[in-house]
């Protein structure tokens, strides 16, 4: 069992519907990144979280330590929204990021 | 301005051969790190400098080597490439461990 588990790992939904992106990890943790990738490759931070809850424009991350879960939410999702969504949490024994898998979005028009 | 930045983008190399990526930050940072991203997408952290020091290093091969000659500069330097060296390589920085990480946009080596 990976330490970050990320679900759905794929998910296809239309324009303007409400996304929901989920990790849950097995490790104590300082922090919880959550990163886009896009078809380029290029890397983006989006949010890091220590506790409760960020917002950044249609993006909100949250997280619940004592679950071990976070999300990451997309409102009124757009196909520029269309990468790869990536949690990656930040140990806090040995400050190593342990990233998930990913979840592959393509929001269509 | 482009905040870590790495060079090249691409490089297509032969076994053998002995190759170096660039990467810089301006963002004032004091830790700087490089990742493989290997075939199935995960990211795996090679080495990790803070303020010019090796705080992590993964058992990655020794032909791997990270230099940094100042602290907004972490250059991974590969010798006698190998075909399982192929893989994109991102760059980051933070202004600390445990701290949010800005990523560049990586290098793909291909090694033929």
């Known amino acids: 069992k990976n330490e970050v588990e990320q679900s759905p790992q794929n998910l296809t939904a239309q324009e303007g519907e409400f996304i929901t992106i989920n990790c849950s990890y097995s490790?104590?943790?300082?922090?919880l990144h959550w990163l886009q990738q896009h078809p380029g490759g290029g890397i983006v931070s989006l949010f890091m979280?220590?506790?409760?809850?960020k917002k950044h424009g249609r993006l909100i991350a949250t997280i619940n330590i004592q679950e071990k879960h976070s999300s990451l939410h997309i409102t009124a999702s757009h196909p520029r929204d269309s990468a790869v969504y990536i949690c990656?949490?930040?140990?806090?024994?040995?400050?190593?990021?342990?990233w998930g898998a990913g979840t592959k979005l393509i929001i269509k028009p | 301005d482009t905040a870590v930045s790495q060079t090249p983008k691409y490089l297509v190399t032969q076994m053998g051969n002995d190759k170096s990526i660039k990467c810089e930050q301006n963002l004032g940072h004091d830790t700087m790190y490089w990742y493989k991203q290997d075939s199935k997408k995960f990211l795996k952290i090679m080495f990790s400098?803070?303020?010019?020091?090796?705080?992590i290093n993964e058992t990655v091969p020794n032909r791997f080597s990270p230099k940094s000659p100042d602290k907004a500069h972490l250059n991974l330097h590969i010798n006698s490439l190998e075909l399982g060296d192929s893989a994109v390589y991102f760059c980051?920085?933070?202004?600390?461990?445990?701290?949010?990480?800005?990523f560049g946009q990586g290098t793909r080596l291909t090694v033929v």
């Open positions: 980051a920085s933070s202004q600390d461990l445990g701290t949010e990480a800005f």
């Open positions: 400098y803070n303020n010019k020091e090796l705080i």
């Open positions: 990656a949490v930040l140990m806090d024994s040995n400050y190593q990021l342990i």
């Open positions: 490790v104590g943790i300082s922090a």
């Open positions: 979280l220590s506790s409760g809850k």
